[in-house]
Structure formats: structure tokens, C-alpha cells
């Protein structure tokens, strides 16, 4: 039986405490500001982490905060850590080196790995056991066999390695780009009149943009290299579709929509 922290416990940290609690044999402690939070926590059988020097008892500790929140928590929490320590950042490029460096300072193995799994609600009343069930696990560090099979035990079904590079140069288009359309294409006056002309692709088109601003918007910008090459690309979509409504020319829509449905057909 292991100990294992989560520090942050709102949807994504909930979320592995309860899975784990749920599906595997563990001690599983909390540390987060909330105390609303830590207090529901004990109801799951989630133990509070009173003092930041327990960390260092842990087995594994997996930190589940915003991105900024995260570099700043290692910064001064990092003399603390022991054994393994993961983050679950939406972005690695900044995230990773920071916590890299002071590896070799401490006691503690880092690992980075982001759960592709989520809700458009947050927080730990809005966090499940059943989150992680077929969700692809992406990492940048080799995991161990007893790592995979303890992600396995809640419900990962695909592990994806990727350099921090690669991650953020495709969760711009696979995930971030997603909430930006999402977003915009819901800041439109026709939104609040929906009521009776919808069916299922206004639902589907809209889900995302129901967003935590505050995280979302430190993604966007932490990750803006590469989310700017997506959104030109996206414009530049737009703007062909725009271009065969202007001079009316069927041919070209034609062409353009079945290239975006065959490229559809290839994905799943």
C-alpha cells in the first residue's frame, strides 16, 4: 500500500482521489487552500495534509493545479518532495524546466504527465471517480510498470509519450482551439434566441465554451505560439468558405466540405 498526495483538489486532483480510493488500495492525502474542499474530501476517505512536510512521507505526489500555480507551488514547496513528483499541466513548455531543475537539487523523481479527461464544470463537487475511464494519459517521462498499472486501475486506457514540444503543439489544436471556437462562435446576439431552432450541432458546437476563465485564459497564453499558428489556419478555412459564398461558387464549397468530411471519416 502506498501514499499518495494530491495537492489541488478540485476537478482533475478530486477526481484522481476518489478514483484511486474507489479502485485501488492506497493512502490518499489532500492539500489545497480550500478547506470546503479538504473537509468533503474526508467524506471520500481523502486525509488532509496538515503541514507541507508530509509530502515528504509520500510515495507518489501528483500536483494538480494551474499551470502558474504549479511552478510558484515547487518553488517553495519543492525541499519537501520525495520519491515521485507529476504535474498535470495543460502546457509543458514553460511548466516542465522549471520543475526539472530543481530535480536534481532534491530527493524526488519528476515525471509530467496531462489526463486527457475532463468536464465544463469544475471543482471538487464536480470532480467523479469514473473521470479517468478510457482516457488517454499523455507523459513526457517514461513511467514505470507499477505507474501504468496504478493509471490503469482508474480507468486510463491509452498512454501516449511526447516531448514538451510535441504536447503543446498538439493540445493547441486538440483541446485549446476547441474552447477558442467554441467561445467565439457563442458570442454571437442569435445565442440567447436559440430556443426551438436548435437541434444537436448547436449543443455539440457550444459545450466547450462553457469555460473556467481564469485557467482557460493562462493556457491560451502560456501556449500562444503555437494557438496563433492554429487560429491562422482556422482564419484562413474561414476565409475560403467565405471567398465561395462571395462569388457564389458551388464547386469549390463542394470541394472544401468533402475534404473536411473524408479527413473527418480518417480520424474515427
Known amino acids: ?12 486532483g478530486g477526481s484522481f482521489a476518489k ?16 478547506k470546503k474542499s479538504l473537509e468533503d474530501g474526508k467524506n471520500f476517505g481523502i486525509r488532509e495534509i496538515l503541514n507541507l512536510e508530509d509530502l515528504s512521507k509520500m510515495d507518489l505526489t501528483i500536483i494538480c493545479l494551474n499551470p502558474n500555480i504549479i ?71 517514461e513511467l514505470n510498470e507499477e505507474e501504468v498499472f496504478l493509471f490503469k486501475s482508474i480507468g486510463f486506457s491509452k498512454f501516449v509519450k511526447a516531448s514538451c514540444e510535441v504536447h503543446d503543439k498538439m493540445i493547441s489544436f486538440t483541446s485549446q482551439l476547441c474552447h477558442v471556437i467554441s467561445n467565439a462562435y457563442i458570442l454571437n446576439d442569435k445565442s440567447l434566441n436559440y430556443d426551438g431552432f436548435a437541434a444537436g450541432s448547436l449543443k455539440d458546437m457550444t459545450r466547450v465554451a462553457k469555460i473556467d476563465e481564469k485557467l482557460w485564459s493562462e493556457l491560451f497564453l502560456e501556449n500562444r505560439k503555437f494557438l496563433l499558428e492554429d487560429i491562422d489556419i482556422l482564419i484562413d478555412n474561414l476565409k475560403n468558405i467565405k471567398n465561395c459564398l462571395i462569388y457564389n461558387d458551388r464547386k469549390s464549397l463542394e470541394d472544401i466540405l468533402l475534404k473536411g468530411s473524408n479527413i473527418r471519416k480518417k480520424m474515427w
Not at 21 to 30: E, P, S
Not at 90 to 99: D, Q
Not at 102 to 121: N, Q
Open 19 to 34: 478514483a484511486f480510493i474507489k479502485y485501488t488500495n492506497n493512502n490518499i492525502f489532500a492539500y489545497d487552500i480550500d
Open 1 to 12: 500500500m502506498k501514499n499518495i498526495a494530491i495537492v489541488g483538489l478540485g476537478l482533475m
Open 71 to 141: 511552478m510558484d507551488f515547487v518553488k517553495e514547496n519543492h525541499k519537501y518532495f520525495k520519491n515521485t513528483v507529476m504535474d498535470i499541466a495543460g502546457v509543458k513548455n514553460e511548466v516542465y524546466p522549471l520543475i526539472k531543475s530543481f530535480e536534481s537539487e532534491g530527493s524526488f523523481i519528476y515525471k509530467s504527465i496531462h489526463p486527457m479527461a475532463g468536464r465544463e464544470i469544475y471543482g471538487f463537487k464536480s470532480s467523479i471517480d469514473d473521470l479517468y475511464k478510457d482516457a488517454s494519459m499523455i507523459y513526457v517521462d
